[in-house]
């Protein structure tokens, strides 16, 4: 289970569904990347700037005080919190930095939801001297003002987007549309795992180093391989990147999405549990549509998880049932925030909270010889406000 | 030989250009666009584009995507679109094309829709976000009911892109006269000529230009080329600035862009 194929299919999933004037974009991407892959070079000029400027390899840990808790498995975290930047997504926007600067181009452009995403690209670009501008949803601007604020310190424009839901669905839509009019100076680095080929391959083959790491760690800390991997999914890059090193393991795999108010509101964001396949963003994937194939608007209380597609392999993945995915509502990630704050002096981000609250009840429901590794994607520095202003406090 | 292929021959033995008008159905009003595409068929429009509105329209700049949303709003479907074609279908013999995204096509079926598209009188199909690569599915259904299906050469475009589209496209080839999204704009990229050079050395079917055309200038700079023009944008500008009586913006427009260019 290593696809995609050729043409960029995870079985029927995937592809590039995008307009005439990127086809050759993405063509030289798909070329650049795969002979960057090739490249024993690149991977060390990776791996070394991983280890000194991301802070990797980050540890995993073994929440004592939540495992006691549960009152069944162990629970272990990837602290991938511990990043600089705060979460994952340093990981893959240095691989894409890394791999513009190997094409030449001179201006990098992002979109964001939580503005995770966007703070990691602009911290890579501030590093290498890059142009970066940055689409970003009014309401999420609205909502992650510091991360705004810290872009700008980081020297890159942060462009507001108005249209439709204001938030990272019309954010990506904006950084297409600046990619079709600019695709000759500039690369797209594109978030998740979501997007026309090769993005998702590409993105899961950068977010990979969580899992490889994890997967030896937890060998050397429990000598044995964890029962359950659980991470959460929005577009899905933390939890591709845990869970691609464990396919050929017997290992459950869990993606957590967000339910939001629940799946039966119409106010969520979980596209695998709660939508359809069909064509968004440049793949075929599970997506929030009406029965007219019109794109549904989403509701998380995680800015990260407010999205109404997913990526192509994690549609693969749940066809094929490697991989097992939940929902899991706000209120039940803003207990998990707070529960792990208090118990592991661990302030978890929002959405690793969605994958916290999944794995309690799921360790409860196993015994003491097992364990649930979570994916602690991010920290919650950047939630502080929401949560604050929220009930569950 | 369909409508589209007709037309197109018959204007070149008349050594005239095409003018294809846009229009988003349900834009300005739910009910506007029968009347509409008769008007712009009596005001000199060959041809004409019906764009189905999507909510997430990347191609496309912010005067579609504005007029989208205004039709969404409005109520706009599928199946109200195809009613709305099949009106405009009884106003005029023009060919009249789709244009949509993928997703509300695949959400009401590729061959219900084509069938369905078919009988309103439909023509021909335009799907910006379906390359070559991934349209056989669609070219199935679209051959099986007798409709174009229409693709697009852009100036990022390898060869082997142009190549493809000229191989994959019958009714006309679209060529992107701009590197963007649509929208009028002032002036005509001169890197549409080259393009247009390229195509002719795949294919004998039509050329058809679009993105950013507006003005009569255009026209002319285009004239011997291209086979045709889609103006758009421009077009539900001109709508928008007096929605209250959009045929007679519609009739206007069209009259003014194919009078000669200002000097």
New interface residues.
């Given amino acids: 289970m290593t696809g995609p194929d050729q043409r960029g299919r995870f079985g029927r999933y995937g592809g590039q569904y995008i307009p005439e004037t990127l086809m050759a974009a993405v063509e030289e991407l798909a070329a650049a990347f795969h002979a960057a892959h090739e490249d024993e070079a690149f991977a060390r000029e990776f791996e070394y700037l991983s280890r000194t400027f991301s802070g990797r390899p980050t540890p995993v840990y073994r929440a004592d005080r939540l495992t006691d808790q549960a009152g069944g498995a162990e629970i272990w975290f990837k602290r991938e919190d511990l990043c600089h930047t705060g979460a994952h997504k340093i990981n893959n926007a240095l691989g894409q930095v890394l791999l513009a600067r190997r094409m030449g181009k001179q201006r990098i452009i992002a979109e964001t939801g939580a503005g995770q995403h966007g703070v990691a690209v602009a911290t890579v670009c501030a590093k290498f001297g890059l142009q970066c501008e940055v689409f970003m949803g009014v309401d999420d601007m609205a909502r992650q003002a510091v991360n705004v604020y810290k872009m700008q310190l980081l020297g890159a424009t942060v462009t507001p987007v108005e249209s439709g839901s204001k938030t990272l669905k019309d954010a990506t839509n904006e950084a297409i549309r600046d990619w079709v009019t600019n695709v000759r100076s500039t690369h797209y680095v594109i978030g998740s795992a979501v997007g026309p080929h090769p993005y998702p391959l590409m993105v899961r083959e950068f977010q990979s180093v969580i899992g490889r790491e994890a997967r030896a760690q937890m060998l050397t800390e429990t000598g044995r391989l964890p029962t359950a991997v659980v991470a959460c999914v929005g577009g899905g890059s933390n939890a591709i990147g845990i869970f691609a090193p464990f396919y050929d393991d017997p290992v459950r795999l869990i993606g957590v999405e967000a339910a939001g108010r629940g799946l039966n509101s119409g106010a969520h964001a979980a596209s695998i549990t709660g939508g359809r396949p069909g064509v968004l963003h440049g793949s075929f994937s599970y997506l929030l549509q009406d029965e007219d194939g019109q794109v549904m608007p989403t509701h998380s209380v995680s800015a990260g998880l407010d999205y109404p597609g997913v990526g192509p392999e994690h549609a693969f993945l749940n066809d094929q049932h490697r991989a097992e995915y939940v929902s899991v509502t706000d209120e039940q990630a803003l207990a998990a925030f707070h529960q792990t704050s208090r118990l592991e002096g661990i302030i978890p981000a929002l959405e690793s909270s969605h994958a916290i609250a999944h794995a309690m009840p799921l360790a409860a429901e196993l015994a003491a010889k097992d364990i649930v590794l979570v994916n602690l994607s991010g920290r919650g520095d950047k939630d502080l406000d929401i949560v604050r202003g929220s009930s569950g406090g | 030989m369909s409508r589209i292929a007709a037309t197109f021959a018959r204007l070149r033995a008349e050594r005239r250009l095409a003018v294809i008008a846009y229009l988003t159905v349900g834009y300005p009003r739910p009910d506007a666009t029968p009347s509409l595409v008769e008007a712009a068929a009596r005001s000199g429009a060959d041809a004409i584009e019906l764009g189905i509105p ?3 329209p ?2 496309d ?1 912010r005067t579609i ?1 504005a007029t989208s ?1 205004v039709a ?1 709003k409005g109520g706009m ?3 109200r679109a195809l009613e709305a074609a099949r009106a405009a279908r009884a106003t005029t013999d023009v060919p009249l094309l789709f244009m949509t ?8 079926g590729l061959e219900r829709f084509c069938r369905a598209a078919s009988d309103a009188g439909i023509d021909g199909l335009i799907v ?4 070559p ?2 349209s056989a599915d669609l070219r199935r259904a679209a051959d099986a009911t007798k409709l174009d299906l229409v ?8 060869e082997v ?1 142009i190549e493809a ?1 000229c191989r994959a496209a019958t009714g006309f080839v679209y060529g ?1 006269a701009v ?3 649509t929208g009028a704009r002032a002036h005509l990229d001169e890197g549409v000529l080259p393009l247009i050079a390229s195509v002719r050395r795949h294919t004998t079917l039509p050329v058809v230009v679009g993105f950013g055309i507006s003005k009569p200038e255009h026209l002319a700079a285009l004239e011997g080329l291209a086979d045709g023009v889609i103006v758009a944008s421009a077009l539900l500008d001109a709508i928008a600035r007096s929605p209250q009586d959009p045929a007679t913006q519609v009739s206007r427009f069209l009259r003014e862009l194919r009078s000669a260019p200002a000097r």
């Fill in positions: 999507f909510s997430d990347l191609a700049g995507q949303q969404l479907t599928v199946a995204y993928l997703n509300p096509i695949l959400a009401f910006p976000d379906l390359p690569t991934e693709f697009f050469v852009a100036p990022t475009s390898s892109g589209a992107i590197t963007g999204v």
